[in-house]
């Protein structure tokens, strides 16, 4: 494991990238300005730290989910504003399925907003500004949580995967899809330097902003690996859970279900 790389999810609290900031407050104000700033590139940045390789991985996440084709079955796919994921589960389960989207920052909810009715997908979904550490929703209300690539931007994840437990309806799944440690020789190496090396200055030639893509490439390394990762959620009080690894462990779906 990466020495820069936490074994934890509480060693990120207070981890912005490489640099500690002085609590979570300060940590989440700096993420939100992150975010603020590549709302409307959004998916230009996924494509530019996975070489494209996002919307596969995100297909393979709500395969895994295989939603239902049924009316009344709900999901909400947290720190998701953009609705990159939430149209795809709709879509997968042909228009059935409704769920609730739900981001920390009203700049990504405005975009998911305005191409859900591009899409003609505003009667499934609702976009609502919330805290993935305190969610404003009854207990037991979803069948499905999901939430990809942003855990590792949360302060306290450790209130993060109670909040999913606590939301979710007994037989309810947990699928969560991040950045991980890459596991085979050679890739590793690769992807080291196109991540230091390539993608802040890619970041700084698209999008004028060097500084938003060096956090995010630092945030990828310092996040719990698999493994300690998966520990995490089991001390959420899921079971079953386990993992399977994307690209050579690029990327990596965690799963885990309330029983």
């Given at each position: 494991?990466?020495?820069?790389r936490?074994?934890?999810?509480?060693?990120m609290?207070t981890?912005?990238?490489?640099s500690?900031v002085?609590?979570?407050?300060e940590k989440?104000?700096?993420?939100?300005?992150?975010?603020?700033?590549v709302?409307?590139?959004?998916?230009?940045?996924?494509?530019?730290?996975?070489?494209?390789?996002?919307r596969?991985?995100k297909?393979?996440?709500?395969?895994w989910?295989?939603?239902?084709h049924r009316?009344?079955?709900?999901f909400?796919?947290?720190?998701?504003?953009?609705?990159?994921?939430a149209?795809?589960?709709?879509?997968?389960?042909r228009?059935?399925?409704?769920g609730?989207v739900l981001?920390i920052?009203?700049?990504m909810?405005?975009v998911?907003?305005?191409?859900?009715?591009k899409?003609?997908?505003?009667?499934n979904l609702v976009?609502?500004e919330?805290?993935?550490?305190?969610l404003?929703?009854?207990d037991?209300?979803?069948?499905a949580?999901?939430?990809a690539f942003?855990?590792r931007?949360v302060?306290?994840?450790?209130l993060?995967?109670?909040e999913?437990y606590?939301?979710l309806?007994?037989?309810?799944?947990?699928?969560?899809?991040?950045?991980?440690?890459?596991?085979m020789?050679?890739l590793?190496k690769?992807?080291?330097?196109?991540?230091f090396?390539a993608?802040p200055?890619?970041?700084?030639?698209v999008?004028?902003?060097?500084?938003?893509?060096?956090y995010?490439?630092e945030?990828?390394?310092?996040f719990?690996?698999?493994?300690?990762?998966?520990?995490?959620?089991?001390?959420a009080?899921?079971?079953r859970?386990?993992?399977?690894?994307?690209?050579?462990?690029i990327?990596?779906?965690?799963?885990?279900?309330?029983?």
């Amino acid at each position: 494991m990466s020495r820069t790389r936490a074994t934890g999810a509480e060693a990120m609290e207070t981890a912005y990238g490489f640099s500690t900031v002085t609590g979570r407050e300060e940590k989440q104000a700096r993420v939100n300005e992150v975010f603020h700033r590549v709302a409307e590139r959004y998916d230009l940045m996924n494509d530019l730290m996975s070489g494209g390789l996002h919307r596969l991985w995100k297909g393979a996440m709500v395969s895994w989910l295989s939603p239902p084709h049924r009316a009344g079955w709900r999901f909400i796919d947290v720190a998701g504003g953009t609705g990159d994921v939430a149209f795809r589960i709709v879509e997968a389960s042909r228009r059935k399925a409704s769920g609730t989207v739900l981001d920390i920052n009203a700049s990504m909810l405005g975009v998911g907003a305005e191409r859900a009715v591009k899409r003609g997908l505003q009667d499934n979904l609702v976009f609502v500004e919330g805290n993935a550490e305190k969610l404003a929703l009854p207990d037991s209300s979803f069948d499905a949580y999901t939430i990809a690539f942003g855990i590792r931007n949360v302060p306290r994840i450790d209130l993060a995967l109670a909040e999913a437990y606590r939301v979710l309806k007994p037989g309810g799944r947990f699928l969560c899809l991040e950045f991980s440690e890459v596991d085979m020789p050679v890739l590793d190496k690769v992807y080291e330097a196109w991540s230091f090396k390539a993608i802040p200055q890619i970041g700084q030639l698209v999008a004028r902003d060097r500084e938003s893509y060096e956090y995010l490439v630092e945030s990828i390394r310092r996040f719990p690996n698999q493994e300690n990762f998966a520990s995490s959620i089991r001390a959420a009080g899921f079971e079953r859970v386990t993992y399977r690894n994307l690209s050579g462990g690029i990327a990596a779906i965690h799963s885990g279900w309330k029983l």
